[in-house]
C-alpha cells in the first residue's frame, strides 16, 4: 500500500496528538545583524502603533502630521519616550514635548 506522507503525518497524529509541535516561523530563531534589524523594525512599527492606539483610546486626536511623526520614527528610545508621554497626554502634541 502506498501512502502520501501527508496521510501517514495524519495518522501518527490521530494516534498520539501530542507528538507533533508547532515548528515556530518566527525570526527569533536566526541571529545576526539582518536578522536584528528585521526584529527592531518589527519593535519600531509595534511601539508606533501602540501609541497611535493609546491615543485613540484616551480620546486624543491626532493630526496627519502627528501621525506621520509617529508613524516614520525610527528610533526605539525616542519612541519609548513617546509611549509614555501617550498614556497621560492631552493632546498628540504633547507626546513631543520637550518640557
Request: hydrophobic letters at 40%; aromatic letters at 8%; proline letters at 4%.
Amino acid at each position: 500500500m502506498v501512502s502520501s506522507p501527508h496521510a501517514a503525518h495524519h495518522r501518527i497524529f490521530q494516534k498520539n496528538p501530542g507528538s507533533f509541535r508547532r515548528v515556530g516561523t518566527g525570526l527569533s530563531h536566526f541571529r545576526g545583524f539582518v536578522a536584528e534589524s528585521f526584529r527592531d523594525e518589527g519593535r519600531v512599527e509595534v511601539r508606533g502603533e501602540d501609541i497611535l492606539r493609546i491615543l485613540a483610546v484616551c480620546g486624543v486626536a491626532v493630526p496627519d502630521a502627528a501621525r506621520q511623526r509617529i508613524t516614520t520614527c525610527t528610533d526605539l528610545a525616542v519612541l519609548g519616550v513617546w509611549f509614555e508621554r501617550a498614556i497621560t497626554a492631552p493632546t498628540a502634541d504633547a507626546v513631543f514635548d520637550e518640557s
